[in-house]
């Protein structure tokens, strides 16, 4: 792909750089989030459509991993032009099932036992389909479970899919093989954490001990006698997608009660486990009929070691932005502003993420804030059409947990924003006592 | 009184232990305390006994397959994936056994499987006919009846395919079998082909297509 030295113009090119979200960073990270997080209403309707199928095509050919790609990009709705992200979530739902017969193959390979065996009830038809598994209902004792079973051989082909999936990347973010190797391993090493469902199993259980005590939060009861390797059992959770919810026009409390239960579950994890659910994806919540929130998959867990952590949020939450020489070395600390930059890129740099930061942070700023105003999504959507303007954003900068934590933190200011919910944002603040940047 | 799964049980166990056949059926029957006479009661030869153990280990998958609760609701599809599964699982329990009787590469169906062929196209042209009356699967003038043969290959493909697979658990094998018997079952389904076999027929017998074509 030739080099980009103009701003992509028409439509289509900028869509295209749309879908690098899962994998930009920094400045660039916020400008695909600015978008989405953004508007409803940016025009998509001219997108081409066959483009998208195109692409959906070459995706839907490779399997496991390389769909966790695809709706990693798929996000949301709003950070892809509606005819990629129509594409794109039907990556969802394209995977294969399962036989039958495989499924009580499973079951006899890991419990040697037939499903009948093991519950009361058992449906051999699945109710979701998801990338790597599929759940089934099942009933034991007159309880409702859910019973999450992973097609085999995922964990094995996902290091062979991404290698599939990558020079499409290369392609569609135009970004160089070095450059997207970091990204790319970070993505592989969380994905490679997802397959492996003992493990899923314990953090499962972990963090909703963990959080248990937050307000309005509720998590299933996970069987680790009903788990193995290849299947998780837990308990059924009735409740609607935030989409289905909306729909419902909920009253303003009861709205703001389900934004402050999510703000409050993200910075609980972010500020006192140091690790944070890192899929803010719509699919993994239902909000029950007693108005909570139910956060039923947590197979992709970030951990933000202290070399992230301690620059990151001394930026967003003490005065250190005032600090031009501090917060330099805090941009150096994560790979924002590189060695090798002369001095005006520096400067050039230094204005740009300071901005980013400082609009990242607002909602830091004050005890409580409105996740329903436009404006300052608005203010967020114009940042991001300066930094898409300027060339020196072109290749992708910061440490790969960027990557992770953008995901997750903008995640969670679009959910709020679709919520249009009012929060309290000093519940669990940053601790940055050992900082040592103060 | 022994009986021919002792006898079989026996056979496998010297084969495994010596890595070699028993030199003869005398040596073999006197260890297990029975005269040649008797022995010859139960299997001809030592390849008898063979070829029985692997007929055994089909009709049992199938009998277990059978007896489970869901097999009633299955289609021809499941029904034979289902066997497959149970098969292999059986497998692993004489894998070395199997691995060593494998060895001898033969092309066609080896005299040790001409049994268990049997066994497996009795059950195969059942599944299928059972598919071609639930309109499962497409009944097609010739081709219907090698349907069986088809899922024999495969049956023949997927034993290769366990022998050299070295994943845990054989998982890999678990995934050949669902792609490969879902291609097959894909295949006997109507689809294209019969649009492409019907439209033949009509040129062949519409217009005179063989004489005035020029080659």
């Known amino acids: ?241 935030l989409k289905e919810f909306m729909a419902g026009s909920p009253s303003v409390e009861l709205r703001n009660r389900i934004g402050q239960a999510l703000w409050d579950f993200y910075n609980f994890q972010q500020h006192e486990l140091r690790a944070v659910h890192a899929d803010p994806h719509p699919g993994n919540f239902l909000i029950t009929a007693e108005g909570k929130l139910a956060v039923i998959d947590f197979g992709c867990i970030k951990e933000m070691p202290d070399d992230f952590y301690y620059p990151f949020f001394a930026l967003t939450s003490t005065d250190l932005l005032n600090d031009k020489e501090g917060t330099i070395r805090a941009f150096k600390e994560l790979q924002m502003i590189l060695p090798r930059d002369n001095a005006i890129q520096t400067e050039t740099y230094y204005k740009a993420y300071k901005e980013m930061i400082f609009l990242f942070a607002q909602p830091y700023l004050y005890d409580t804030f409105d996740f329903g105003k436009t404006e300052y999504f608005d203010q967020l959507y114009a940042y991001g059409e300066k930094i898409a303007r300027m060339p020196e954003f072109r290749q992708a900068r910061g440490v790969k947990h960027f990557i992770y934590v953008n995901r997750t933190n903008f995640g969670l200011y679009n959910m709020l924003h679709q919520l249009g919910a009012t929060v309290k944002t000093d519940t669990f603040k940053p601790q940055l006592n050992q900082n040592k940047l103060a | 009184m022994t009986t021919a799964e002792e006898l079989q049980n026996a056979y496998v166990d010297y084969v495994l232990t010596h890595g070699a056949k028993p030199k003869s059926v005398y040596i073999f029957a006197k260890e297990n305390n029975l005269s040649e006479q008797e022995f010859y009661n139960f299997f001809g030869s030592f390849a008898g006994i063979e070829e029985s153990i692997w007929t055994h280990l089909i009709s049992k998958a199938l009998t277990e ?89 495969q049956f023949g493909f997927i034993i290769n395919f366990w022998s050299m697979d070295s994943s845990a658990n054989f998982e890999k094998t678990d995934e050949a079998i669902e792609k490969g018997i879902n291609v097959t079952f894909d295949l006997f389904e109507r689809s294209a082909l019969d649009s492409l076999i019907d439209y033949g027929k009509f040129m062949v017998n519409n217009g005179g297509f063989k004489q005035k074509m020029k080659f």
Not at chain 1, 81 to 90: E, G, N, R, T, V
Not at chain 2, 86 to 97: A, D, N, P, T, V
């Open chain 1, 1 to 241: 792909m030739k080099e980009q030295k103009s701003i992509p113009t028409s439509k289509m090119q900028r869509s295209a750089r749309f879908v690098a979200t899962g994998f930009k960073v920094g400045g660039n990270y916020i400008k695909h989030y600015s978008k989405k997080l953004f508007n409803p209403e940016l025009n998509t309707d001219e997108l081409n459509l066959d483009n998208a199928s195109d692409i959906y095509q070459s995706l839907s050919e490779l399997k496991g991993s390389a769909l966790k790609v695809a709706q990693m990009l798929s996000m949301d709705k709003n950070i892809l032009p509606k005819a990629y992200s129509d594409q794109f979530s039907l990556s969802q739902y394209n995977a294969p099932p399962l036989s039958g017969p495989l499924i009580v193959r499973t079951f006899s390979k890991y419990f040697g036992k037939l499903p009948e065996q093991i519950y009361d009830h058992f449906n051999i038809k699945s109710t979701n389909a998801a990338s790597i598994g599929q759940v089934h209902e099942a009933i034991l004792n007159g309880k409702k479970l859910a019973v999450k079973i992973q097609y085999p051989g995922v964990g094995d082909s996902i290091s062979s899919d991404l290698k599939m999936v990558k020079p499409f990347a290369f392609r569609l973010l135009g970004m160089s093989r070095t450059e997207l190797e970091i990204y790319m391993t970070e993505v592989e090493d969380r994905l490679l954490e997802e397959t492996d469902y003992e493990l899923e199993l314990r953090r499962s259980i972990e963090f909703s001990e963990a959080c248990k005590d937050i307000d309005n939060v509720v998590f299933p009861k996970y069987y680790p006698e009903l788990s193995r390797k290849r299947i998780i059992t837990m308990d059924w959770m009735d409740g609607q997608h």
């Open chain 2, 65 to 153: 397959v059978q007896a489970q609760e869901v097999w009633a609701q299955y289609t021809a599809r499941e029904k034979t994936l289902a066997f497959f599964y149970g098969f292999i699982e059986l497998l692993k329990s004489k894998r070395s056994f199997a691995l060593y009787t494998l060895k001898d590469k033969t092309t066609g169906t080896p005299q040790l499987l001409r049994e268990a062929k049997n066994v497996f196209e009795i059950f195969a042209s059942d599944v299928i006919q059972q598919g071609i009356e639930t309109r499962e699967l497409a009944d097609r003038r010739f081709f219907s009846q090698r349907y069986k043969d088809a899922l024999w290959v």
